[in-house]
């Protein structure tokens, strides 16, 4: 298993500092939630951002846009330095096109689902991404209960990769923490976006050490 700490929940005035530690306790990428305040009513970080972490840490940087016009953000977000760009389904009708974008500037592209949206919807792009995540919460703010039926939606992911023989990584976003990232596991993810549960901890290694130990 994977953990990407969320950096949506670290302390914003001492964020250095906060990357610092769950890379130092083990953290093995970090999840940049990008909120524009129209594709959800939060608002959070830019390309900036993006480019002021990367020369303070080795992991790689994933990029989750939650923003109405994803073709837009792609090359500024490439260009700051992120290692995978995560598009929504929802937020274009040009999809394909988005994540070809993506993949011409370098970068690892995957494709996010909502609780609400059909796998079915992916079909076409799944030869082409190497991410599918799959949000266990509603987006737009952390801190909210994990969404147990989408365990089924995962382990149907899973078989369906398996079943055509492709090889994304599947993610899931949201409600992480020691009791239910067992289920997630068990249903075939392979990295786990953990907010508040990291940071919210007050030893964020002994957190993470905490969802090992229960997919064991």
Known sequence: MKIAPSILSADFAHLA????????????LLHVDVMDGQFVSNLTFGPLVVQALRPVTSLPLEVHLMVSDPAAWVADFAEAGADTILVHEEATNHLYGVLQHVIEKGVR???????????SSLEEVLPLVDQVLVMTVNPGF?????????????DRLYQLRKARK??????????INNQTVKAAADAGTDIFVAGSYVFGS???GDAMNSLREAVK
């Open 142 to 154: 952390g801190g909210q209960k994990f969404l147990t039926p989408m365990v089924d939606k995962v």
């Open 166 to 175: 492709l090889h994304f990584d599947i993610e899931v976003d949201g409600g």
């Open 17 to 28: 500092r906060d990357v610092e530690k769950v890379e130092k306790a083990g953290a093995d």
């Open 109 to 119: 592209a995957g494709v996010v689902i909502n609780p609400g949206t059909p796998l």
């Open 202 to 204: 007050k030893n964020v």
